[in-house]
């Protein structure tokens, strides 16, 4: 992977764990352009798991469309529901903290956090320490503590559960997201991380592994030795588990321009909200995601909007999980505002990307150009949408392999230097951007690329009810 894609790559992944940020469209496209690695093991470098965090951006692009511009949810009203007082106690640095994740936050209040005690590690000056944990049976929920009396500010480098033998029992491939400082002192955390397999596939205790490395600038790439790896035991309750959070039976069939999308069951639980998505596959459309997903908890005029955080693919099943407010029992609904579709004979996308020409496209408002570094050529695909429709930041996205004219298949090379991109004040402005490594070979053209994912909106806003 080259240094700049890396820049971009730690750019975007700091960006996400930080509240309330904007997600930018040319750092989203590029760390989308990379690919996805091969399974990851455990104990892998900092590059393959860069590698690993691009899956799930990617997976997440697959399944929902985010709009620059949207309406915000209305509040939820508080509710009279509360946890025991010594839990709220016991809990409220953590309480603190989640105050703006209503997953967290809710899951602390409606008592379904349990307390556990004893389970701590040290090296190098450096504590851990779990405080309580809520397990379901798509994921759990961790809130631990990290004493640094080291002086220096530390990060995070790597949080993963691990099961026997050291095999990663969390998805993505055992690692988490979420990398973070660690200021000097005591700091409270929490983390959701979902089962990489199904509920059979656990053991009855796993262990958390969180590596410390030294505070460094989003441009620095570490290769030094980490200042201190902690690991601590967490025993696991499979039948509690089995009976946690609620299964709710839907068996039915939300239709858009014609386009079948079923939703069997949703689970709700402590770590979210699980949804299932399975589009037809005689579908004459292929839907690359839905515009804007979300439950709605309460009534129709009082209610909360919960959005998706990730997706996951466990066992071949792509899952999309939503937040959740565990303190309420009010009806919930499901919506979305349509599809990103094309028809199934329009996915190819032929370009001559000597001549910088794109020969066929399913519309006229996307264009190409080409942007040589020293190691080789990247592609740069902008599609201008219509005036006036709305953009969606994870819309354009092209598979990793392409055919020359002569049927050879070729896979995307590297990103290289990415030129900067200028957006304006204005973000309804902003192009929908995708990046292609074309490398320094010579290939016949024309070249021949699938679509995976393009801003094709067929706006028509579905509902479907999950709890009365």
């Not at 190098?124 to 640094?148: E, H, T, W």
Request: aromatic content about 8%; cysteine-free.
């Amino acid at each position: 992977m080259a240094g700049s894609e890396e820049r971009l790559l730690k750019e975007y992944f700091d960006g996400i764990s930080r509240e309330l940020e904007d997600i930018p469209q040319v750092k989203m496209n590029a760390a989308i352009r990379s690919g996805i690695s091969g399974p990851a093991r455990n104990r892998t470098s900092a590059r393959k798991r860069f590698s690993v965090s691009v899956a799930v951006v990617l997976a997440a692009a697959a399944l929902f469309a985010v709009p620059w511009i949207g309406k915000q949810p209305e509040p939820l009203e508080p509710q009279n529901l509360s946890a025991p007082s010594q839990m709220i106690e016991a809990f409220t640095p953590y309480f603190e903290k989640s105050i703006n994740d209503t997953t967290v936050s809710t899951a602390i209040e409606a008592g379904l956090i349990e307390r556990v005690s004893g389970v701590t590690a040290e090296q190098n000056g450096f504590v851990l320490k779990v405080d309580g944990i809520a397990a379901d049976r798509k994921g759990i929920m961790i809130l631990y503590s990290l004493q640094n009396n080291t002086g220096q500010k530390a990060r995070v480098d790597n949080l993963q559960l691990e099961g026997r033998g050291y095999s990663p029992v969390n998805y993505p491939y055992g690692f988490s997201l979420n990398i973070r400082d660690v200021p000097t002192g005591t700091t409270y955390d929490y983390e959701i991380l979902q089962w990489a397999g199904g509920l059979g596939s656990l053991p009855d205790q796993i262990t958390l592994e969180l590596v410390l490395g030294k505070s460094r600038t989003v441009t620095e790439v570490s290769g030094e030795k980490p200042l201190a790896a902690l690991s601590v035991p967490i025993t696991l309750d499979k039948g509690k588990i089995a009976k946690s959070g609620e299964v709710h039976t839907v068996n039915k069939t939300l239709t858009v321009d014609g386009q079948e999308i079923r939703i069997n069951e949703v689970y709700t639980a402590a770590t979210g909200i699980y949804l299932e998505p399975v589009y037809n596959e005689h579908n004459g459309k292929q839907i690359f995601s839905m515009i804007n997903p979300r439950f709605l908890l309460g009534s129709s005029r009082i209610y909360s909007s919960m959005s998706p955080v990730r997706t996951v693919v466990v066992e071949g099943k792509e899952i999309l999980i939503f937040g959740n407010d565990s303190r309420s029992s009010q009806p919930l609904q499901f919506q979305l505002d349509g599809i990103l579709a094309l028809d199934k004979d329009a996915l190819k996308l032929v370009i001559d990307t000597e001549k910088q020409q794109i020969i066929k496209a399913p519309d006229n408002y996307l264009t190409m150009s080409l942007y040589s570094a020293e190691r080789g050529t990247t592609m740069i695909l902008n599609h201008n949408t219509a005036p006036g429709k709305k953009k969606y930041y994870n819309a354009l996205i092209l598979d990793s392999e392409f055919t020359d004219s002569k049927g050879q298949i070729h896979s995307s090379a590297e990103l290289y230097d990415i030129p900067p991109y200028q957006a304006s004040a204005d973000q309804k402005s902003i192009p929908v951007l995708d990046y292609v490594g074309l490398g320094s070979n010579k290939y016949a053209q024309p070249l021949t690329f699938t679509i995976t994912s393009y801003p094709a909106p067929i706006n028509q806003k579905v509902s479907l009810e999950i709890r009365d």
